[in-house]
């Protein structure tokens, strides 16, 4: 009866792991949408799918949302709005109808998201350097038509989206295993117009997020250790 009771045990235990293998080591997805400014965002794993994001951009949501009665936000809702400001602000700094393209504008911007992922590097440095090529986009399908209403500053845009992308894509290059994008720009220079869709597939494996964490840790306790005891040790004799 014992040994039964054993087998059983070491049984379960075994399908535990085999299934932890399984949904760790198993390439989970993050598939992108975004058309007509509605952001779609899901999570796919085995047997799994979870809605992430499914937000509709448009003018009369956002025209609804002010008619209703303000609610308390989370701190997960606040840091989505302070993003999306941020993506707005950084929007009129290239484009705005009253004054039309600004090319400097568009330069520091970009400029300004080097700069952010430069420090996001330097605060997470193990972890990117244990992620390297470890997150694979397969995937970037982008369709651009747009106009801004004056013919030369729609032609300037035009060159300046190809050059920020031969800038990034070097850049991400670096750390990610991704394809080039697949571009479908297409100017209008009869009048103001902006439709966007972008279409993305992002592939990691959990485990390799665990083991990239777990380092970080390991060597965050490292450096405190040598810092507060071994170094302050050998300074005070």
Known sequence: MLKIVLLVILAIILLIAGLLFTVTWNKWQIYVHFKDKRLFVELRGIFYKKVLVDR???????????????????????????????????????????????????????AD???VIGQIKGVLGVFFESMRYKIEIPLIRIKLDFGTGNPAHTGMLFGGIWGAVGTMYPVASRYLDVAYPLMEVTPDFNG?????????????????????LLKREVWAAITYFYKNFIKGSVENG
């Open 56 to 110: 509709d951009f448009t003018e009369k949501q956002e025209n609804d949302t002010k008619m209703e009665k303000p609610e308390k936000k989370t701190k997960l809702e606040d840091n989505k709005s302070g993003l999306l400001e941020r993506f707005k602000t950084d929007k009129d700094r290239i484009y705005t109808k009253e004054t039309g393209y600004d090319h400097q504008g568009f330069k520091d911007v970009i």
């Open 192 to 212: 103001p117009r902006f439709d966007l869709e972008v279409k993305s597939i992002i592939k990691v494996r959990p485990a390799h997020i665990i083991n990239a």
């Open 113 to 115: 998201y080097k700069e």
